[in-house]
């Protein structure tokens, strides 16, 4: 997520903080946001703490998901 979220703020430094400009950042931060908050809900609800999953998870989930799903 951190790396959508740097997309977004940079496209927006770069059109003048335009967001008409940047609205397809700012989709495929959205998305991502849905999907890691999809991951915490259902490990919350299986019980599997931590709730967001560590950094060589997360590597592990996008690999079965084939990369970025957003």
């Known amino acids: 997520m ?3 979220s740097d997309a ?3 496209c927006l ?3 003048n903080y335009d967001r008409e400009r940047c609205s397809t950042y700012f989709l495929r931060y959205k998305n991502c ?6 991951i915490v809900m259902q490990r919350r ?3 599997v ?4 999953p ?3 998870e997360r590597d592990e989930i996008l690999r079965a ?3 970025m799903p957003y």
């Not at 946001?33 to 999809?38: E, I, K, M, P």
């Not at 703490?49 to 967001?52: G, T």
Request: hydrophobic fraction near 25%; charged fraction near 30%; glycine fraction near 8%.
């Open 2 to 4: 951190p790396s959508e």
């Open 8 to 10: 977004s703020t940079r």
């Open 13 to 15: 430094d770069e059109n």
């Open 33 to 38: 946001r849905r999907f890691w908050n999809s």
């Open 45 to 47: 609800k299986n019980g």
């Open 49 to 52: 703490k931590p709730f967001m």
């Open 54 to 56: 560590t950094a060589a």
């Open 65 to 67: 998901v084939g990369n």
